[in-house]
């Protein structure tokens, strides 16, 4: 039986990809040391695949910031507003262009936004969103995948390269003209991969890996013929290079009949999110065709249960036969950790713990163990089923007043005292705020010093007492900062915490650390998930006595901020013994908690964050509701402890939710800050059909782009918002927090969103 891995991890093992990113970007090494790093980093994970003895081994997965982002520049699909810039280079598929569309340029005369991020499917990467318009001229621009392939088989090591399918790179994008069709466009860029698949035949490719993720979501009819006419298409360029066909993150479903008629060699499937559909795909499979098993999760760090993934491959195997049948990941093992052999600190992770653990280094072993078990080797079989029965009975992992206290719950715990219009009266005569009150989502930059303290505290080259008053000494300049900035409703800027998860999970119980388990979210940016082991619940408060001081310095209103307990949820490594909606509602007790702690404080205004709670939402439309009931619910319980005037703010970004948009006002919450401002305001255009009831903060400029937007550009934009909103509930704030970003253009960009505000409070009063 053969081994297929789907991707690997590209961040290396020691984040040195970030490392040397944000290096260049700042200037700090040459394009030449960037690339050694990504030769190095690409070498290294070939070697530790050819060297576990995986047989489809994948290329073209490693990609500088975003593999959607790697197949715009490779088929020439670059937004019209970088068109002067790219005119400008002499390599037209420069790094300058590249990471231009990531981030956004301005400078030389050129001023383009960068492009809309959002996140890949149900996880927490976030891809770069296409765009398709009429000024495009599709053209092998950059053949990156063939030159990856070459760059292994010049090692020793033949691999498969991996390209994301023609048909899902189109639906995942944004059609930016009305006139332009689906069906057009795909005909446009299908000679493209066609001279990419044959410049990979040419080299000697034995397999191609195409990604069509799309064929596990709600397609329409028409969607569904694209898949026939592109595959017809391809096939007959390139009969001799044989296609593999991956799918991933759910079932195939109504789309199976569709995608085991496609003319590929392979089909892979994920049996870790939908066992259920090996029965079908097995019944229909044509004899022509080989069969790609996802079983080694791929979205998580628990280890396999072999047992479990066996009877899945036996069934496989006694259908098909070994020859066509290949073992491997669920889906690529980008979204986990590198080595678990990395994990040396006993204090941070437990050897118990660790023991039921496995990275992407331990989940390329156990896809060839599955293969020498088939093969017979009892060996390790028992050793892994000794391991299953030693979790399922360990003591720390269960905690009955947890349980207790989770089936008391009531309908009352999920509602607020009174109604909205009566808390918003409330809230107006105790807050005092102007209209468009202005205030940021939460984290100010994490400077080097900053980030610097608390790896010296860690290191204990400096007490507690020293840090915390460094932090408070951060905290004051922070607050004497936006209040010479005029900004309304202030916060403390988080310099204390690491991450908006793993602060959190540190003071709860049923969490575990890991030291290097880092994954990437987008570009360079990485986080360190929690590992969600057991039963959660708060000891004693998290947040209290940072918020109290900031609020002691200041007469204005200071934000109580926390994580919300879906964000929580989406962004650990979760506990597979129980329903996520259970551990969702544990950590929903515990936030609220720590909500009424907060208001018994003094504090008036508390923000929940769930920018994770569309990024949760099933792929298929007909489980959505599932899911809603207990994700509002768990909100909800979160923050109704509190009296009317106490105003709570939830945040949301970087994802799609119209199409949840009552679901989301069933949150109750106060105040919604959203990420509008990459798409130009575009998700506001619900409200034109939704009489969306309370207030509502549109964000006014990307954070993630080190580019400083004008007045005027910020004023446009609420000028937008006020078409479709009541003035009197529309508050002027950033999309995102400002952690990532650099003091001087963050304080720039803030005085110029205060300006936009005083602006719209001109301008409203003006016409009234």
Not at 435 to 456: C, H, M, N, V, W
Request: hydrophobic share 40%.
């Amino acid at each position: 039986m053969q081994t297929n891995i789907l991707g690997y991890p590209r961040i290396g093992s020691n984040r040195e990809l970030k490392k040397a990113n944000e290096a260049y970007w700042a200037g700090k090494i040459s394009l030449e040391k960037l690339q050694l790093t990504a030769r190095q980093l690409r070498r290294q994970n070939w070697e530790t695949l050819h060297n576990a003895g995986i047989d489809l081994i994948p290329s073209n997965d490693f990609s500088y910031y975003d593999q959607i982002l790697d197949m715009c520049i490779m088929t020439g699909t670059i937004p019209a507003r970088f068109k002067p810039l790219m005119e400008s280079l002499v390599t037209p598929s420069s790094p300058e262009l590249y990471f231009a569309m990531a981030r956004g340029y301005q400078k030389n005369g050129i001023d383009a936004t960068a492009m809309e991020m959002t996140k890949w499917f149900d996880t927490n990467y976030h891809y770069l969103v296409p765009e398709f318009d009429s000024s495009q001229k599709y053209r092998l621009l950059h053949n990156k995948c063939l030159e990856e392939f070459k760059e292994a088989l010049f090692l020793g090591i033949h691999t498969k390269p991996v390209l994301i399918g023609p048909v899902s790179f189109l639906l995942l994008g944004k059609i930016k003209e009305e006139t332009l069709q689906e069906s057009n466009l795909l005909d446009q860029l299908l000679p493209v991969y066609i001279t990419l698949l044959q410049s990979l035949q040419q080299a000697g490719a034995t397999w191609v890996q195409i990604d069509e993720p799309t064929l596990v979501l709600d397609l329409t009819p028409a969607q569904q013929e694209l898949f026939h006419h592109a595959y017809t298409q391809l096939r007959e360029a390139v009969p001799a290079l044989k296609i593999l066909l991956t799918t991933y993150f759910g079932g195939l479903q109504d789309n199976a009949p569709l995608a085991v008629q496609l003319p590929v060699d392979a089909l892979h499937i994920d049996l870790v999110r939908a066992p259920e559909q090996l029965d079908t795909i097995l019944a229909s499979l044509p004899q022509t065709l080989q069969l790609s098993v996802g079983v080694v999760n791929g979205r998580n760090i628990w280890k396999n249960n072999y047992e479990q993934s066996l009877q899945l491959l036996r069934k496989a195997v006694t259908a098909l036969g070994e020859k066509r049948v290949l073992i491997a990941t669920s889906c690529s093992l980008l979204h986990t950790p590198y080595d678990l052999e990395l994990e040396t600190d006993e204090t941070v992770l437990t050897p118990q713990i660790k023991n039921w653990m496995a990275f992407a280094k331990q989940k390329v072993h156990e896809v060839i163990a599955l293969r020498d078990i088939i093969a017979g080797n009892e060996t390790l079989l028992k050793a892994n089923q000794a391991t299953m029965q030693e979790k399922s009975t360990a003591a720390i992992i269960h905690k009955p007043t947890v349980k207790a206290r989770l089936a008391a719950l009531t309908t009352a715990d999920a509602q607020r005292k009174s109604a909205f219009p009566i808390r918003q009266k409330a809230q107006e005569e105790i807050l005092k705020l102007p209209l468009f009150p202005t205030t940021t989502i939460g984290s100010f930059p994490q400077t080097e010093d900053i980030r610097k303290l608390r790896a010296d505290l860690k290191k204990g080259a400096i007490t507690q007492d020293e840090y915390e008053t460094a932090i408070r000494t951060a905290i004051q300049d922070s607050v004497q900062l936006q209040e010479t900035l005029r900004i309304d409703v202030l916060v403390h800027g988080e310099f204390e915490r690491n991450d908006m998860v793993e602060y959190f999970g540190e003071q709860l119980e049923g969490f575990v650390f890991t030291k290097n388990g880092w994954v990437q979210s987008y570009g360079s940016r990485c986080v360190k998930p929690p590992v969600i082991y057991g039963d959660v619940q708060r000891n004693a408060p998290m947040t209290v006595e940072w918020s109290s001081y900031a609020q002691s310095l200041t007469d204005k209103p200071m934000k109580g901020m926390l994580t919300g307990p879906v964000t929580i949820l989406q962004w650990s490594f979760v506990r597979d013994d129980q329903p996520r909606a259970d551990t969702t509602l544990q950590i929903a007790l515990a936030i609220r908690d720590e909500v009424t702690d907060l208001e018994k404080a003094g504090i008036r205004v508390i923000q929940v964050d769930e920018p994770a709670i569309r990024e949760g939402l099933p792929l298929r439309e007909a489980d959505w509701q599932s899911y809603l009931d207990w994700a509002v619910k768990a909100f909800r319980v979160s923050v109704s402890g509190v009296e009317d005037a106490t105003q709570i703010h939830t945040h949301m970004c970087y994802a799609e939710f119209n199409d949840i948009i009552s679901n989301i006002a069933a949150m109750d919450a106060d105040v919604i800050t959203i990420e509008t401002s990459r798409s130009q305001m575009e998700l506001l255009e619900v409200f034109s059909t939704f009489r969306y009831p309370y207030e509502i903060g549109p964000g006014v400029y990307d954070i993630h782009s080190p580019r400083v937007p004008t007045v005027a550009e910020m004023t446009a934009l609420l000028e937008k918002a006020i078409q479709l909103l009541p003035a009197r509930n529309i508050w002027v704030n950033p999309d995102c927090g400002l952690k990532t970003r650099k003091w001087p253009e963050t304080e720039q960009a803030l005085r110029n969103m205060v300006a936009a505000a005083r602006n719209m409070r001109m301008a409203v009063t003006a016409t009234v």
